[in-house]
Nanobody
């Protein structure tokens, strides 16, 4: 059974950092685009960052310069390094493989003093 498993969430003060990880068991992982989404209660899940097979990355405007998405194809891992965190970054972060439609279970990120 193919799975995406996120880890690395937690409680952090504004200005702090967290690194999210997503472990995948998808075959031919290296050819797929991978995404990080986040969701807050009452709002739609929003795409935060994407990374393509050639390591090209894209971000929503609000996280540019603060978040970095990366991948390790040998380990079938995707990461989201989040720096200078703000309270509005709070939410459940999900790893997503759009090519196969797979979602992880999510990991909670809370930015609060």
């Amino acid at each position: 059974q193919v799975q995406l498993v996120e880890s690395g969430g937690g409680l952090v003060q504004p200005g702090g950092s967290l690194r999210l990880s997503c472990a995948s068991s998808i075959s031919f992982f290296q050819v797929y685009r991978m995404d990080w989404y986040r969701q807050v209660p009452g709002k739609q899940r929003e795409l935060v960052a994407s990374i393509w097979s050639g390591d090209t990355a894209n971000y929503i405007e609000s996280v540019k310069g603060r978040f970095t998405i990366s991948r390790d194809n040998a380990k079938k891992m995707v990461y989201l390094q989040m720096n200078s965190l703000k309270p509005e970054d709070t939410g459940v972060y999900y790893c997503h493989n759009p090519g196969r439609g797979y979602w992880g279970q999510g990991t909670q990120v809370t930015v609060s003093s």
